[in-house]
């Protein structure tokens, strides 16, 4: 199993910053592979930025060029910088990690951007 613990959401002016952190529960070598996704009210959750255990990445349209996915190994965590914020960009973040076939979540951070 792994247990996945986010942090760093919360209130930002448009075209600010933020940056989201992830922190598994186990070597993150281990872990197929990473990811941010987000959940709007009244919407589906959809991919965000996912990073493979080889580090390979890739973006949702919405965010290329303005978020960027990364870890550090020795901390077990995986960040999100999300630059020149939209309001759009309002959601409830969640961290995941595939491991052994299973799909694993965080509990979530919720990003609020004004405008």
């Known amino acids: 199993q792994v247990q996945l613990v986010e942090s760093g959401g919360g209130l930002v002016q448009a075209g600010g910053s933020l940056r989201l952190s992830c922190a598994a529960s186990r070597s993150i070598f281990s872990i197929n592979a990473m990811g941010w996704y987000r959940q709007a009210p009244g919407k589906q959750r959809e991919l965000v930025a996912r990073m493979s255990s080889g580090g390979s990445t890739n973006y949702a349209d919405s965010v290329k060029g303005r978020f960027t996915v990364s870890r550090e190994n020795a901390k077990n965590t995986v960040y999100l910088q999300m630059n020149s914020l939209k309001p759009e960009d309002t959601a409830v973040y969640y961290c995941?990690?595939?491991?052994?076939?299973?799909?694993?979540w965080g509990q979530g951070t919720q990003v609020t951007v004004s405008s």
């Open positions: 995941s990690a595939r491991y052994w076939g299973y799909d694993y």
